[in-house]
């Protein structure tokens, strides 16, 4: 499959093993798992970075094999989730760095073809969210509401 902005293939990248249970040396229980997540949360790590840490500080190669649920799923039921969810979040914070920096560098051309897409990237993903129901119906892009959302953190 092509890229969106790019007339090149995809990079390849490493995938994970194909597996349907937890490994075997893994030595920590699914409530042990479920904890070090909601903590990880409370300390104001995004999913993306819990996954990262637990993976590297405590040897837990995949949450969901283990506890049985992914991480965003472990945040929804503690209520510990953002308001948007995380990789619109992400596009977010993009757009609103790109706007600053274009109002410091007027004409910087380069980078209001990438606020373009950018925005474009949110407006795709936010038409999907709506469709699946993680955000509200109502709720619309402007870069003032990004901008108060990414200062006011997830």
Request: net charge positive.
């Amino acid at each position: 499959m092509a890229r969106i902005y790019a007339h090149s293939k995809g990079k390849s990248g490493s995938t994970k093993p194909h597996r349907t249970s937890a490994p075997n040396w893994v030595q920590y229980s699914p409530k042990e798992v479920e904890s070090l997540v909601l903590k990880l949360a409370k300390e104001g790590k995004t999913p993306a970075v819990i996954g990262t840490v637990l993976r590297d500080s405590y040897g837990i190669p995949s949450v969901k094999l283990i506890a049985g649920k992914k991480i965003a799923e472990i945040l929804k039921e503690n209520k510990l989730s953002g308001e948007v969810p995380a990789d619109l979040f992400d596009l977010l914070k993009k757009a609103v760095k790109v706007r600053e920096h274009l109002a410091r560098n007027k004409k910087d051309v380069h980078n209001k073809r990438a606020l373009s897409q950018t925005e474009m990237k949110i407006k795709r993903l936010m038409e999907y969210y709506r469709k699946t129901g993680a955000i509200d119906a109502k709720w619309k892009y402007t870069p003032e509401i990004a901008r108060i959302l990414v200062s006011g953190g997830r």
